[in-house]
């Protein structure tokens, strides 16, 4: 957890190292009117800030004597400044460009976060700087539009679909379990520290044929390049301690983290409803190698293994848990003569749970499930106008479950998903950029293939406002529980994505709306104890956010809503009905606040109630804060504390009896140290 947290730091550190640092300032114009929304920073840092709405700009950085600016908009060539210690405001003057079809990025309902291109953008981990995400990457996103609160899991619902239909992927590889393991009726939060990512991908639909396997949405994750400098951090808190850290060599370089979690002594200071035989306990371990073979390639390696164990009363029952979890991943890609780029990769994933008395006493249910993922593509850019990419990829999945009660219920089952992938972006005329793309996917379960067209569309007719329409097909396969009881072979999942956006931008202010309508097929329905896929479903809605940093100094307000009215019939579901996981209105707003040297967090979150056995859920609401101290340059301490009034929200029923959090606050309090670094967010191992 506290690896996560340490992220929360990257905003306060702006703030609090002025005092040893030079003041950089000046105006960024056309030659007639201010551009507003220009990123000026300097090169190698991360020193840098975005222009207001008059062109100026002003920020401080460590360089003592002299510094090189480098200058970026959408829609204007770079320019470069040099800046002497001394020197007065600077005016600076970009040029209106004609942008090729390397520079269009066509965006269907995606949010963005960190760096592209090496050019920093939006912070690069910004997205997780508010009250109620403790660090968490998922829990961040929910902030967004069109996500769900479901207290009682912690993972992400979008639009309407189930947690299962949003998948994550880590440098275009697929993640096979990208959750921790938690105790029933408590938030998971996401495998992975932000501290391995420069950008993250967020895409709630519409999104290209490059991403299969996937019905709701996908989360595309990119990892930071390899380090220049060492680093060695530790941490310690009431529930984990941390170690972790960088070398660098020649070749590139090695960096590891190792973390043990332990709620025993929190359990014992602050208690919960559960009763706990044995406390939630988390060993986990990190490895990346990051390398530059050649000056136009690069290579990157990840391994991962956590260990999670638990024991709690529940229901007359002793629950025993085990799990084991491995994730590999590694990637190298480049560019070649001709204007061609290249990728390829290999992912795998293992992982192995052990429960006993997981529905009843004297049961015992085993599951062993893997995935290798390989994929390669090409890229090629055939003129100013135009763009093309074909690519190919292959998932080899394998489960094993068992479950034995009285009697021994015993199955294992393995499958190959091969697919092909082709795009083709263009550039239709001055402001108006489209992506037609294809994909072919072939399930060995049905023994068919499923052709997946997919259209993505973007008009800008001025720099401030951006028009998008997408639409397309996806496609799923079933969850390994439900193959295995399926009734004939598994059919995938099938969902038609209809997306029309508006977006708004100028200054230091972001508006996006969105409507949607969602179109499911093939969903699996449990008949007579055994699945079909005779399952359908419906959704639409309407998304709006809004980012915002104008209002004071250093205060970023960020507030989204969305409505959704959500319809299936598909697993045990005997009519069409609103899914138990989905609320009809769900409202956000976050505000930070930086000064001196304190970071402030808070976030409001409201959600409407919920279906569940024919009843309605009371509303959800829950009030979070977080405050951040940087005590010197190497010491971070770091509070948040979840649901301030303590408001006990339900999330459904089981048997008439309230689905509840085991806690209905959470109270963090952490201290971090840098080693090896004169930041001390540098304690960011990785």
Aim: proline letters at 3%; one cysteine or more; a positive charge.
């Amino acid at each position: 957890m506290k690896r996560n947290i340490l992220i929360l730091t990257l905003l306060l550190s702006g703030h609090c190292l002025g005092h040893a640092q030079q003041i950089i300032s000046g105006t960024v114009t056309d030659g007639r009117h201010p551009i507003a929304g220009a990123n000026v920073f300097v090169k190698g840092t991360t020193d840098g800030c975005l222009t207001d709405s008059l062109g100026h700009f002003s920020f401080s950085t460590l360089k003592a004597d002299s510094a090189q600016l480098m200058v970026t908009c959408i829609g204007y060539d770079n320019a470069e400044r040099n800046w002497q210690k001394g020197q007065g405001p600077l005016a600076i003057r970009l040029y209106e460009r004609t942008t090729t079809i390397d520079e269009v990025v066509v965006t269907g309902s995606t949010f963005q976060f960190g760096q592209a291109n090496g050019v920093k953008q939006m912070g690069a981990l910004d997205v997780v700087l508010d009250g109620g995400s403790c660090g968490d990457i998922v829990a961040a996103l929910q902030s967004l539009p069109g996500t769900q609160k479901v207290g009682e899991d912690g993972k992400l619902y979008v639009r309407g679909g189930s947690s299962e239909e949003c998948q994550t992927y880590i440098n275009g590889m697929h993640v096979l379990q990208p959750y921790s393991t938690t105790a029933p009726n408590s938030p998971s939060r996401g495998r992975f520290s932000p501290f391995l990512f420069k950008g993250i991908t967020f895409s709630l639909g519409g999104y290209d044929a490059e991403y299969g396997q996937a019905l709701s949405s996908v989360l595309p994750m990119e990892t930071t390049d390899a380090s220049v400098s060492d680093k060695l951090g530790v941490s310690a808190s009431l529930i984990d301690w941390n170690i972790g850290g960088t070398k660098t060599t020649r070749q590139g370089c090695w960096s590891m983290n190792a973390t043990y979690m332990d709620l025993g002594m929190y359990k014992r200071l602050f208690p919960d409803r559960w009763n706990w035989h044995k406390p939630y306990r988390q060993l986990s371990f990190e490895t990346q190698w990051k390398a530059q073979p050649t000056p136009s390639s690069v290579w990157k390696s990840y391994l991962g293994f956590d260990r999670t164990t638990l024991s709690l009363d529940t229901d007359g029952r002793l629950l025993d848990l085990e799990e084991n979890n491995l994730y590999l991943n590694s990637v190298t890609k480049g560019s070649a003569k001709g204007h061609i780029t290249w990728f390829a990769g290999l992912a795998g994933g293992m992982v192995w749970q052990d429960i006993s008395d997981a529905l009843l006493h004297g049961d015992r249910y085993r599951h062993r499930t893997g995935e290798l993922h390989v994929k390669t593509k090409a890229s090629k850019t055939l003129s100013a106008w135009m763009k093309g990419t074909i690519g190919t990829e292959s998932f080899f999945r394998y489960q094993w479950l068992d479950y034995r009660l009285h009697d021994r219920l015993h199955n294992s089952k393995s499958y190959l998903l091969p697919a092909l992938f082709a795009m083709t972006q263009y550039k239709l005329f001055r402001g108006c950029s489209a992506e037609a793309s294809l994909r072919a996917e072939y399930s060995s379960l049905s023994h068919r293939w499923t052709l997946l067209p997919r259209l993505l569309l973007n008009y800008n007719p001025s720099r401030h406002w951006l028009l998008s329409l997408s639409a397309g097909s996806y496609t799923q396969e079933p969850a390994d529980t439900i193959i295995v009881r399926s009734l004939a072979p598994s059919q995938s999942s099938l969902a038609h994505h209809y997306i029309a956006g508006l977006q708004y931008s100028r200054g230091n202010t972001l508006v996006r709306m969105e409507a949607y309508y969602k179109r499911y097929s093939r969903l699996p329905l449990l008949c007579q104890g055994l699945y079909t896929a005779d399952g359908r479903g419906m959704s639409r809605g309407f998304d709006l956010f809004i980012d915002d940093w104008s209002l004071m100094p250093n205060l970023n307000t960020m507030f989204s809503y969305s409505y959704n009215d959500s319809r299936r019939r598909y697993l045990d579901y005997l009519t069409e009905q609103q899914p138990q996981y989905v609320s009809r209105h769900n409202l956000r707003l976050a505000l930070k606040y930086g000064i001196g040297i304190l970071s402030i967090g808070l976030t409001e979150s409201f959600a409407s109630g919920r279906k569940s056995e024919g009843r309605t859920t009371p509303y959800y609401n829950s009030l979070d804060a977080s405050v951040t101290c940087l005590a010197s340059k190497r010491v971070i301490v770091y509070a948040s504390l979840s649901n301030l009034f303590g408001r006990q929200n339900i999330y459904g029923y089981h048997g008439g009896k309230p689905i509840t959090n085991g806690s209905d606050r959470f109270l963090y309090i952490g201290i971090f140290v840098s080693l090896k670094s004169n930041k001390a967010y540098d304690i960011a191992n990785f």
